[in-house]
């Protein structure tokens, strides 16, 4: 036994780092357009005025708005089976508390689902990943408001509605669990608090932070049973940042701050989206902030009511967890943590694991039994374009090989049931970390550089027939 037959193979994607298109066809500005461009080893920042934020490159990103009929026919030339791609809300509401949506937008994502279509490609929809109308931002302070439940919901119910015969699978939030830290103040939940501009430090406030989530849950869950009346054929899907956490040490403080660190990262938010309710540790992460949770009446009948169909996940690294304080942070990436001596880490300090990822898929597997689904997995890496135009990525080969392995062994003899694969940035796109156009996680180049220069082209990478070839041969092949 192998991958399943039907084993969804593609890539993904997110609107605010690829589509471009900012201002076009009633587009309303984005949070995400409020970002300036960061570099290799400073993450970007929030800006304040509009000026400020017209800064290469989320604004024209990879310019799908124009490509999308050439991307998707590279994308059925890989064979994929899926595209996971997201809506950009402010395309459909441009200043998200409108009444009435965006016909031109709405038109816009039909002619994307039909040219995927064309191309047996299905659609996988993020309904919200990292951005939101900047208007939500600045009249209400993102979801630290409870009106955005609404706003949501009526965005769900458009695109619901819309798309009904056109999309299949929807995923609720992107990594739904950064808010549980706070860079996902900004990112996540569109809050502002006042202080620095880096939106990794800004000054934090875990209150606004921790309620915005709850907002989050119950517009989830709320969304999920509004999608299943509209159509009893949509599947629905959490998708959660998976940090995989070892124990540094056999210490056994260790391994209690690394089941703590797990708890609050992962489970606190997966648990209330796929079992419908707050994990039994919440008041300790509650304790911890000093969290006081506002629920309203209705609130925890929704979230029990609103539970998903499939666990999505997005998986690039692993982290140690110390106590010692001379090792806590010396892993050098985004997520902190300790360096692990078996492991040698990307270009940006992100460990590569991948028998993180079958320990991940059956951790997952074993606590939820429903279908999993890895969204996000990939080598962010500088590419260099030879004279004849080739691309030779064979280190991007590797990892993705290694971690299709993985998964294998997750399937095959571990049991896990696991729907599909959709390696991340599969067309380069923008890094939503540092907001470079170097950082290419692709199996096709785009001609652009970290300030915008360049003809936007196409071309395949030795990845792009390497990967042809593994979904050709269902993960056989590799
Ligand atoms: C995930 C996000 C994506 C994506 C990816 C890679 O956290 O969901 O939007 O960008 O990380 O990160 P980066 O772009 O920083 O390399």
């Not at 076009?24 to 005025?49: C, E, F, V, Y």
């Not at 809300?89 to 937008?105: A, K, Y």
């Not at 932070?209 to 869950?221: K, P």
Request: glycine share 10%; hydrophobic share 35%.
């Amino acid at each position: 036994m192998s991958f399943p037959k039907n084993f969804l193979w593609g890539g993904a994607t997110a609107a605010n780092q690829f589509e471009g298109g900012w201002n076009l066809g009633g587009k309303g500005p984005s949070d995400a357009d409020m970002m300036t461009n960061g570099t290799h080893t400073t993450p970007r920042q929030i800006t304040r005025t509009w000026e400020e934020g017209l800064c290469y490159p989320n604004h024209f990103a990879s310019d799908f708005y124009h490509r999308h009929a050439e991307d998707a026919a590279l994308m059925g030339e890989m064979g994929f089976k899926v595209f996971r791609i997201s809506i950009n809300w402010s395309r459909i509401f441009p200043n998200g508390d409108d009444l009435v949506p965006n016909e031109e937008g709405l038109a816009f994502y039909d002619q994307v689902f039909d040219e995927l279509h064309e191309q047996g490609i299905e659609p996988l929809v993020t309904i919200s990943h990292y951005e939101l109308p900047w208007h939500l931002t600045e009249k209400y302070n993102g979801w630290a408001s409870r009106d955005l439940i609404d706003f949501y919901v009526r965005y769900c119910e458009t695109i619901f509605t819309r798309y009904r015969d056109k999309v299949k699978y929807w995923l609720t939030f992107n990594e739904i669990n950064c808010g549980t830290m706070p860079l996902g103040g900004y990112l996540g939940l569109g809050i502002l608090n006042e202080g620095t501009r880096d939106f990794l430090n800004q000054v934090d406030d875990p209150q606004l932070r921790f309620q915005g989530l709850h907002h989050q849950f119950v517009a989830s869950a709320r969304a999920v049973k509004l999608a299943h009346q509209i159509n009893p054929d949509f599947k629905i899907g959490c998708m959660i940042a998976y940090m995989a956490n070892y124990p540094y040490s056999c210490n056994p403080a260790d391994v209690i701050a690394c089941q703590q660190k797990m708890d609050e990262g992962n489970y606190y938010c997966g648990d209330v989206q796929v079992r419908g309710e707050y994990p039994h540790f919440a008041q300790r992460v509650w304790d911890k902030y000093g969290v006081k949770l506002d629920v309203a009446e209705g609130d925890l009948e929704d979230l029990a009511s609103g539970t998903v169909d499939f666990y999505s996940f997005s998986y690039y690294m692993s982290n140690a967890v110390s106590t010692d304080p001379a090792l806590a942070s010396t892993g050098g990436n985004l997520m902190g943590g300790a360096k692990n001596p078996y492991l040698k880490a990307s270009d940006w300090g992100w460990q590569i694991d991948p028998d993180g990822l079958r320990w991940t898929l059956n951790e997952l597997y074993g606590r939820y039994r429903i279908p999993l689904m890895v969204v996000e997995n990939g080598l962010g890496a500088f590419d260099t374009v030879e004279d004849d135009g080739a691309i030779h990525d064979s280190y991007r080969i590797d990892y993705l090989r290694m971690h299709i392995e993985a998964m294998k062994k997750a399937v095959e003899v571990d049991g896990v049931d696991l729907m599909g694969y959709t390696p991340w940035g599969c067309i380069d796109l923008v890094s939503a970390s540092t907001g470079e156009m170097g950082k290419r996680y692709g199996f096709v180049y785009v001609d652009a550089d970290d300030e915008g220069n360049g003809t936007f082209d196409r071309s395949r990478k030795d990845s792009f027939f390497w990967y042809k070839k593994v979904i050709e041969s269902n993960g056989e092949d590799l």
